[in-house]
């Protein structure tokens, strides 16, 4: 039985595309993305997901206290056209809304999430307990990776059995293109927005205990921090600041160092979820260097030693002392790079396409069993 849902989440980005049509192959699934063009926080230039083999529905958007809405979804929420609801974690107003009206309307309801650390700004003080009832309340919860799985787990009342875990995929085919073997450039590589929880202050420190007059590192991204780092570079001819680079040019970026470095931290208000970039370097056969606060090392995929190499966040001690490693063993990088391409296969868009697809089943199955013991109250 082909089960009919509607998918809303913020916007269509470039590397869900495939996701989304994993999703259509397997179920009749209508899209719905509520924000605008204002709302993107990446470079403008990268463009959104246009068409594809998805079904987008669009319907109007207006803003309510700063934040997106699309109250023309509510109408639409209902089991004579759908049979479950997945609704990422994101929306101040429309995770709210989206869980009310399944809610009321007894459809099964699947929530999405990549949140492993509950932030302290005020309102998500205040909203916490809300979140926390979502979590209870959900038919299912697919989680980024095992780290969001125990996260989520530590909410009181939230049972082990309806938390999937659907780890991260990127289109693994344009990076394992251009891997190669050869890793005699001592380079390392960041990639992302130049900002605070990126950790460029400790990545700056740490590359300032690297003695080797030929080495290198490339920033590639953009932000509030670039000038802070042009200032850097100005002072040290080794950086490279590149800038914006797009999606097409990315891979060959990837494949001319020795290292993908993400030095994430974690502030009042962020912390890495996951970080796709790291997926890219492994597929094209780069080990990565990164903190304990990224997710994608919390979940597993950088493995300590094996394929990469993981240290504490905030300390540019420990991450000099990884930048120093690899830059000076390229026969270290070349065989967790080997691994790096082993590792990463496992993460795989139809692998997240089967566990929102079985986290479905366990909506429909948990919300028919709450009708069936609700009948029987009702008789007795």
């Known amino acids: 039985m082909t089960r009919r849902v509607a998918f809303i989440d913020y916007f269509p980005t470039h590397y869900r595309r495939r996701l989304y049509e994993r999703l259509a192959d397997r179920m ?35 803003r309510v206290a700063g934040q997106a809405v699309m109250p023309g979804l509510v109408p639409r929420l209902h089991r004579g ?129 690297v003695p080797d007059p030929d080495a290198r590192l490339r920033m590639v991204g953009n932000g509030p921090l670039e000038p802070l780092i042009r200032e850097a570079a100005a002072r040290d001819p080794r950086m490279d600041v590149v800038g914006y680079r797009s999606q097409e040019d990315l891979p060959l970026e990837i494949a001319r160092t020795r290292c993908l470095v993400l030095p994430s931290v974690t502030t009042a208000i962020d912390r890495e979820p996951w970080g796709l970039v790291v997926n890219e370097a492994m597929h094209a056969g780069r080990p990565v260097i990164a903190t304990d606060a990224v997710g994608a090392a919390a979940a597993g995929l950088v493995q300590h030693g094996r394929n990469g190499l993981v240290v504490p966040e905030r300390d540019a001690v420990s991450l000099g002392r990884a930048l120093r490693a690899i830059l000076e063993d390229g026969d270290l990088a070349r065989e967790m790079g080997r691994h790096a391409r082993e590792d990463v296969a496992a993460f795989t868009h139809d692998r997240m396409a089967s566990a929102f697809e079985a986290g479905v089943e366990i909506a429909i199955a948990a919300r028919g069993a709450a009708r069936r013991r609700g009948r029987r109250r009702a008789r007795v």
Do not use: C
């Not at 209508?30 to 959104?48: G, H, M, Q, T, V």
């Not at 302290?120 to 095992?146: C, K, M, N, W």
């Open 28 to 62: 009749d699934v209508d899209f719905y993305f509520y924000a605008d063009e204002r709302e993107r926080y990446w470079n403008r230039k990268i463009p959104l997901v246009r068409d594809g083999a998805f079904r987008r529905i669009d319907l109007r958007r207006y």
């Open 81 to 209: 056209r759908y049979d479950a609801v997945i609704k990422s974690l994101n929306g101040r107003v429309m995770l709210p809304l989206t869980y009310g009206v399944s809610r009321i309307r007894d459809l099964p309801f699947v929530l999405w999430t990549g949140m492993w650390y509950h932030p302290q700004s005020r309102f998500h003080r205040v909203s916490r307990p809300l979140t926390e009832a979502i979590y209870r309340d959900a038919g299912a919860i697919v989680a980024y990776g095992e780290h969001v799985r125990r996260f989520v787990l530590e909410t009181p009342g939230v049972t082990p059995q309806k938390v999937l875990v659907a780890g991260q995929a990127v289109e693994s085919e344009r990076f394992a293109a251009v891997a190669r073997e050869e890793h005699s450039r001592p380079e390392i590589l960041f990639v992302g927005q130049f900002k605070d929880s990126k950790g460029i202050a400790e990545l700056l420190t740490a590359w300032s205990s």
